[in-house]
């Protein structure tokens, strides 16, 4: 049976009974798996192969990560601990390069420890466990803003298209994108969600369609070449996704196919809505052409599970991100408020206060 809100979307990450509980992403949507990676590395792994995924789904679960890495260190001083947790910090950041949160929260982790007032290992221990804790909850009450500070940008529309999956298994819980569709709709109020399957992972098709569907919010799947006449019919009144790393003049780097879309959107004359928390900007870069965009193996392409759909050993470009230039967003939806252009004056102006180094 679909329940109507007031569901409560599910958490992909928590902490519970001393272990970290994570869904399986990879698995949804034929079956809920929960997982309990033991240490940095079957962390690591979880995080590489999407297990966990979204901008601050894999912030939380590195700060986690840290935890697994300590947690049974025999380190005996505070120089010896802080060189481990710095060391699976580094082995942290190889897994995926272009989410900013990941490095926020390996950062945040570290500034605690780095501010314990105590040399004593065990504390420090326990500093870590519980910073990772706050950056989840941290994470939940943002997207819950998220989710009120975007809904008037919505309420008076029908319905509209989002790209991928920057829902509630995206983040603690409640999503990005999707947290202004999931507010109105604790109100009443129903949007419709025309959902891209987004190749080539298709967390659209698996995971978007999947999480809305179980909160009984009305979502249409499409494929991905389908978003222009989607566009061209007036089926939807507005684009609104996720990021994953924003840079200081507002270009947005965020999965594959988002640029195309806000091209389209620029053609059809819908807004464009970005949804993020501060966490995802990087005002350490100009502009969009310095964030790292990860590639991915040509299998994500070149078969769909083990069923090959290409010839064998043709070239492929898996980039699992692409940049859309500042021109083409509306606006930028955060906790802190709406941001508009010009985003260069706006973002700090909007998002004062806001310690971006994670320190
Ligand atoms: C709320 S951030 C969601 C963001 O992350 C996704 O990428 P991936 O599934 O590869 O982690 C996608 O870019 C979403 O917009």
Not at 128 to 147: N, Y
Request: hydrophobic letters at 45%; proline letters at 6%.
């Amino acid at each position: 049976m679909v329940i109507l809100l007031p569901y409560e979307p599910l958490s992909p990450i928590r902490w519970h009974n001393g272990q970290v509980e994570l869904i399986d992403q990879t698995r949804l949507p034929g079956e809920l798996v929960v997982i309990r990676p033991r240490t940095v590395e079957e962390m690591w792994d979880a995080i590489k192969r999407l297990k966990v995924r979204g901008a601050p789904a894999i912030g939380i679960a590195a700060a986690f990560g840290l935890y697994l890495a300590v947690r049974d260190s025999r380190a005996a001083s505070r120089a010896e601990f802080e060189s481990e947790l710095k060391k699976a910090a580094n082995y942290l950041t190889t897994s995926r390069p272009t989410a900013v949160n990941l490095f926020w929260a390996l950062r945040r982790v570290e500034a605690a420890v780095a501010d314990a007032p105590t040399d004593n290992v065990a504390a420090l221990k326990e500093i870590v466990l519980r910073e990772a804790l706050t950056i989840r909850d941290e994470d939940e009450a943002t997207c819950r803003a998220i989710g009120h500070n975007g809904a008037p940008l919505l309420e008076e529309l029908e319905a509209v298209l989002t790209h991928c999956n920057a829902g509630t298994l995206a983040t603690a819980r409640y999503g990005t994108a999707l947290a202004p569709v999931y507010y109105l709709a604790s109100r009443g109020k129903l949007l419709k969600v025309f959902a891209d399957e987004t190749r080539p992972l298709l967390q659209g098709a698996r995971l978007t369609a999947w999480e809305l569907h179980q909160a009984g919010i009305p979502v249409t799947l499409i494929t991905d070449n389908m978003a222009a006449a989607v566009m061209s019919k007036g089926l939807v009144q507005a684009v609104i996704v996720g990021a994953d790393r924003i840079a200081a003049n507002g270009d947005v780097a965020n999965k594959i196919g988002t640029y195309g879309l806000a091209v389209l959107a620029k053609e059809h004359c819908l807004p464009f809505y970005v949804a993020a928390p501060a966490s995802t900007f990087d005002l350490s870069l100009k502009s969009g052409e310095e964030i790292p965009i990860e590639e991915r193996d040509a299998a994500e392409v070149t078969h769909f599970g083990l069923k090959p759909i290409a010839p064998a050993g043709i070239d492929v470009f898996n980039p699992a991100f692409d940049v859309t230039p500042n021109r083409y967003v509306t606006a930028i939806i955060t906790e802190k408020g709406i941001i508009r252009p010009p985003y260069q004056e706006n973002i700090p102006r909007v998002l004062q206060g806001i310690n971006f180094n994670g320190a």
